[in-house]
């Protein structure tokens, strides 16, 4: 069984900066890829930016292109979101996600395991 803690989450004005981190642990994790979501209050759960866990392939969405970095660490097991120029449109519960297989990469349904998530507030 895969667990999945993410980290860094908090309040930051506009235009800061914030750096989240995801440990995954488990004697199956071998992820095709691990990604984040996030949910803000009264809306669906949404795409934020994946990376393929061997190659490094990166995927965005396009409002957090240029501003959001996702990175990993495959000896920590651990995956990061670099998140500059915060707006406070960014404020939403981040999630952590890791998935099995290379379909719906960019679906919140294609993902096989979720962390608790951490709440990221961006005030104006």
């Known amino acids: 069984q895969v667990q999945l803690v993410e980290s860094g989450g908090g309040l930051v004005q506009a235009g800061g900066s914030l750096r989240l981190s995801c440990a995954a642990s488990?004697?199956?994790?071998?992820?095709?890829?691990m990604g984040w979501f996030r949910q803000a209050p009264g809306k669906e759960r949404e795409f934020v930016a994946t990376?393929?866990?061997?190659?490094?392939?990166?995927y965005y969405a396009d409002s957090v292109k240029g501003r959001f970095t996702i990175s990993r660490d495959n000896a920590e097991n651990t995956v990061y979101l670099q998140m500059n120029s915060l707006k406070p449109e960014d404020t939403a519960v981040y999630y952590c996600a890791g998935k099995r297989t290379s379909f719906s990469i960019t679906r919140t349904q294609g993902y096989d395991y979720w962390g608790q998530g951490t709440q990221v507030t961006v005030s104006s």
């Open positions: 990376i393929t866990w061997s190659g490094g392939m990166t």
């Open positions: 488990g004697r199956t994790f071998s992820p095709y890829a």
